[in-house]
């Protein structure tokens, strides 16, 4: 029998308060007592898993009709993300206002999708940017996601990491997108990293903590499936694979990985936990494959954004691109659709 | 509920399902339509209509649609076939391995400038889903024209003591008609033969389209012939006397049919037959990985597969967890039209197999089975069925012996890695297994155990021209891809092993009345069972006189009983194949050293029953211990081979011995030849029942005196005297004989090779010609001695 989740970890478990993430009742993962024997039990074999992966694309073949309506769909569940040393409050701004209207308003009518509420999952920021964020998105229900804990590399102290997560949210962030210590994985140090993401998870209160396990620097895909593990444990609502400045981020083999993790912890809880793939996925070809992925190992419960975002930049501009072709019948160019 | 091209951009939106994704049919449709829908036979270069004007239809079993007339070709077409491949024969293996090479080349690039026409024609023809004709049967296609277009090239240099065998007859069957094709075509002709190949009447289409890419390659007239037809062209191609080598792929049943029907006519012959090759997973298993294993395994070409890891096993303490993956993953496959691109199982063939398949599943049920059923929609028309997981069945369960050529999955429990060995090796089959465990030491330590031809650790399914596939026990003999495949189409060059054969000069013993030894003590060899002495069970003796009729000695006359005991006693040796090649050296060294030691006797003994002068008979002493230092050498160095597979990791060729042999040795050679075959035999770990030379038994009865002082285990070699057809009847029909070899000078060939077709074990006999022992002959003893097993490993943290 799998122990039963223990609530006494999370600080503050209340329903959170509605929001885009959370329209179909997803009770909240709140995380359970370590349990090391499955997290060592856990086994990844690499080369199998990639073997799955090259010969997904081939498996599905998603076309007209169906890859606008599947494009659009990734449109809803991306986090569209500015992480840059320059971002000032015009240029969130700007952003917001994409994130509000993401496709040109006659492709969307063309599809047939106007009135639909067609936006992105959220807008992703540094903490000073929040404010910004939040006043752009008033009214709109598209949630603020933070990056927080001394993003991205997540070595600031333990206690001003958490203050960071404490005055993000309380600047209106729903959503905080933390970073784990990746030498508590490397060193096999599973309790520490439970340790560590307990308290985040406590700081988050009412947001949700999307755990960044920056699968690039975990070095082996049995370390990401671990490392999965342990984030869910501790009360993860999101594994997410990266910050996006690792030298390698999302990949086919690792979201595989870390979907069959999220997998095996709902058998084990009953909880679903959701996943950010980010970094690296920048066509609208490659989205496509993620979906048929997460369709394929997880369902279609998780196509929706509360359980699925896609942590990009430069992908929703690949996407109009591509349903602008759907529209008109010729190959589209960017300066067509505004940028955010 | 709404479906198809109507579906709203905004419904799917909604319910995020695929659309159809169909691949044209056109192209191949416009080919077909473009022959007039009717296909002749491709004989010496050209279309020929069949003299006896017969054709049948061939359907797409997707929609019962006929897509084509074919013709049934009939005696006087495989006459003609035979002709022009005989004719084109000499030519083609005289332009040279580099000449070849060219023409191997130009028909792997046509392949693959062909390769949507030919992966839809497959699809149209056969009923797989296009993924799998596009992605892997069209591709290994080119792959294994472009491998043999390098053996080719490389034969002279690399092969220099084998030649081509002649003209090839190939049977393939309907599961991978154009694959199959290559996997026969490429190897023949690259070494030099011509071929007639029929391919299944089920699937003729892309062989016939592959003719005319023979005829755009140009390809020297004669060199491929191919000609359709049901079964019964098979067997004319089978019993055809212009044929040299029978290549066939397909049941098992029909395969015992073509060893019985070629037995004693010196055909070559390689099998490769049915199987229900065991997927075994471990407890420490990457799970999800297996369970997406078992679905390459087993719903790949709806599990009509020969190769299928049809039969899990599953470690007991993650049963249950995996059983559940697996039915969660069953739900997720999607069954359909397989020309749709996002279809994971197609057509079932024909509607033969379809009822063949559910008869099967039904006594499965009936055996106490339980069955999960995809919970997937199938197609309303159409040859289909569903993919399933039987559980509940237990070895002695039909379904667990039994090959289903269907997607269905049959399971079962084990408790530790012995009793998976033991349960995965419970078959009559010994074709492929896979191993999924995160151990290294685990997975390597059983692959090595499995009674197989192909194991794939973490893995199935895989497949590549450069490495070996085959079987052992009921799933065939010889392998196809790799060096060791090569060795399927050539024979050793006449002259280069040693004299041109001639007819063995049939011995018989010298009768009459005995004269008086003139020992002082009476001799009575006793027969070597078990590294003791065994007196025979039929309780008689003869008397083996010299020359000029002088009593020199009794010799037990062994009978059937004394067989099923040596064989016994073999079986229980087993664990020599598992003893270092350094000791097997060391004990074959001892024995020439022993042997050395009693030189004189053995010299007066050979010279006492065969006459002539004694310096024969030392040279067949010296030769023989000679032979012993040539086994010796050989005993450590037979190395296997690292295949340079497509994959990050390798296939390792690894040389394992046969099992149990029995040698009807050589009359005329009364030593050395009984030395000949069993050195080799037990240098590579093979455990043997050798019958020596009846005319003149003593040399071995003496010679067990020398094993015995030599450290060699009991039960490694075994010797029982008798007439040689009786024990090789025995030998050929027992089925825990792995393999028979036969160098008598009696006529019994053909029988030993009718007799072997109950366990389908390999047969080696002289087909009545004379061997020359003064030659070790030591690659052609190699490769009957062992059989290569093929481990995938592939790697990766």
Known sequence: MPEKPNAAGSARVSDPAPSAMQPAHIARNPGMPLDLDLVRGVAANTSAIERRCAALPGRRSIKKQWQAAWLLKAVTLIDLTTLSGDDTERRVHRLCRKAMQPVRPDILDALGMKGRGITTGAVCVYHEMVPAAVRALEGTGIPVAAVSTGFPAGLSPLRLRIMEIEESVAAGATEIDIVISRRHVLGQNWQALHDELRAFRAACGDAHMKAILATGELATLRNVARASMVAMMAGADFIKTSTGKEPVNATLPVSLTMIRAIRDYQELTGHKVGYKPAGGISKARDVLNYLVLIKEELGDRWLRPDLLRFGASSLLGDIERQLEHHVTGRYSASYRHAIG | ?797
């Open chain 2, 1 to 797: 509920m709404q479906s198809g091209e109507d579906m709203t951009i905004s419904d799917i939106f909604d319910n995020m399902e695929y659309g159809p994704a169909p691949e044209d049919a056109r192209p191949a449709l416009d080919w077909i339509a473009g022959n007039g829908a009717r296909f002749g036979l491709f004989i010496d270069g050209a279309f020929v209509p069949s003299e006896g004007g017969e054709s049948f239809e061939t359907r797409n079993p997707a929609t019962g649609e006929v897509l084509a007339h074919v013709t049934q070709a009939g005696q006087a077409d495989v006459d003609a076939a035979v002709a022009a491949a005989r004719k084109a024969q000499p030519g083609w293996e005289k332009l040279g391995g580099k000449g070849r090479a060219r023409h191997l080349y130009a028909l792997a690039r046509l392949v693959q400038k062909h390769s949507r026409l030919l992966a839809v024609l497959e699809t149209l023809d056969n009923g797989k889903p296009i993924r799998e004709s596009r992605d892997i049967d069209i591709p290994l296609v080119a792959r294994h024209f472009y491998y043999h277009a390098g053996a080719a090239q490389l034969m002279e240099s690399e092969m220099p003591d084998q030649q081509a065998i002649g003209v090839a007859g190939q049977i393939i069957p309907w599961n991978f008609p154009l694959l199959m094709l290559a996997w026969k075509i490429a190897p023949a002709i690259a070494m030099g033969n011509t071929v007639v190949l029929k391919p299944a009447e089920y699937t003729s289409l892309t062989a016939l389209l592959f003719a005319e890419l023979c005829i755009e390659a140009g390809l020297p007239r004669g060199v491929v012939n191919i000609i359709t037809g049901d079964g019964r062209v098979g067997e004319m191609i089978v019993a055809h006397e212009g044929i040299d080598k029978i290549a066939f792929t397909g049941s098992t049943e029909v395969g015992r049919r073509i060893r019985a029907a070629t037995a004693g006519t010196g055909k070559a012959l390689t099998l490769e037959l049915g199987g229900k090759s065991p997927f075994i997973v471990f407890d420490d298993a990457d799970l999800d990985s297996a369970v997406e294993g078992l679905v390459d395994a087993i719903w790949f070409n709806q599990g009509q597969v020969c190769c299928a890891g049809s039969r899990l096993l599953v470690q007991e303490g993650v049963a249950d967890r995996l059983h559940d993956k697996i039915r969660a993953r069953m739900d997720r496959l999607r069954i359909g039209n397989p020309l749709d691109k996002a279809i994971d199982i197609g057509a079932i063939v024909d509607p033969v197999q379809l009822q063949t398949i559910s008869e099967l599943v039904d006594r499965g049920l009936a055996e106490g089975g339980e069955a999960y059923r995809a919970n997937a929609p199938l197609p309303g028309n159409g040859c289909y069925y569903p993919p399933t997981l039987i559980c509940g069945l237990e070895p002695a369960s039909t379904l667990m012996q039994e090959e289903i050529f269907g997607p269905v999955l049959v399971s079962m429990s084990f408790r530790t890695p012995a009793e998976a060995v033991q349960l995965a090796n419970n078959t009559r089959y010994g074709l492929a297994a896979s191993v999924w465990s995160e151990n290294i030491n685990l997975a390597l330590d059983v692959a090595p155990k499995l009674a197989c031809g192909v194991v794939w650790i973490n893995g199935t399914n895989m497949f590549d021209a450069a490495a070996g596939f085959g079987g052992r026990r009921e799933s065939g003999f010889g392998r196809e891809g790799g060096r060791e495949g090569l060795y399927a189409y050539t024979r050793p060059r006449a002259g280069a092993g040693g004299k041109a054969a001639k007819p063995v000069k049939p011995l018989h013993p010298v009768s009459g009345t005995p004269a008086p030894s003139g020992q002082p003590v009476d001799r009575t060899a006793k027969m070597y069972v078990g590294g003791k002495q065994a007196r025979p069970d039929s309780g008689t003796s003869r008397a083996v006189l010299g020359p000029r009729g002088r009593l020199l000695g009794h010799v037990g006359i062994g009978n059937r009983k004394d067989i099923r005991n040596a064989v016994e006693a073999a079986h229980k040796a087993a664990g020599w194949a598992r003893t270092t090649g350094h000791l097997r050296a060391q004990i074959l060294y001892y024995i020439a050293e022993n042997l050395s030691a009693r030189m004189d006797e053995f010299a007066d003994r050979l010279q006492s029953m065969q006459g002539g002068g004694s310096g024969p008979a030392r040279a067949e002493v010296e030769a023989s211990i000679d032979r012993l230092f040539t086994w010796a050498a050989w005993a450590d160095k037979n190395d296997g081979a690292v295949h340079q597979v497509p994959i990050r990791g390798v296939a390792l060729a690894i040389n394992e011995p046969v099992g149990v042999i029995g040698i009807l040795c050589a009359d005329e050679a009364p030593l050395l030849g009984l030395i000949s075959t069993i050195a080799p035999a037990i240098a590579m770990g093979n455990t043997v029942v050798a019958v020596p030379s009846w005319p003149f038994p003593l040399a071995a009865t003496d010679f067990y005196q020398v094993l015995d002082t030599s450290d060699l285990p009991g039960g490694v070699v075994n010797i029982v005297t008798g007439e040689h057809p009786v024990l090789a009847k025995t030998l050929a029909e027992h089925d825990d004989v792995e393999a028979v070899w036969s160098f008598s000078s009696s006529d019994i060939s053909q029988m030993i090779e009718a007799a072997s077709i109950g366990n389908l074990k390999r047969s080696w006999v002289n087909h009545g010609m004379a061997r020359d022992w003064s030659d070790a002959d030591a690659r052609t003893f190699l490769r009957h001695a062992t059989d290569v097993k093929n481990i995938w490993i592939p790697w990766g943290e």
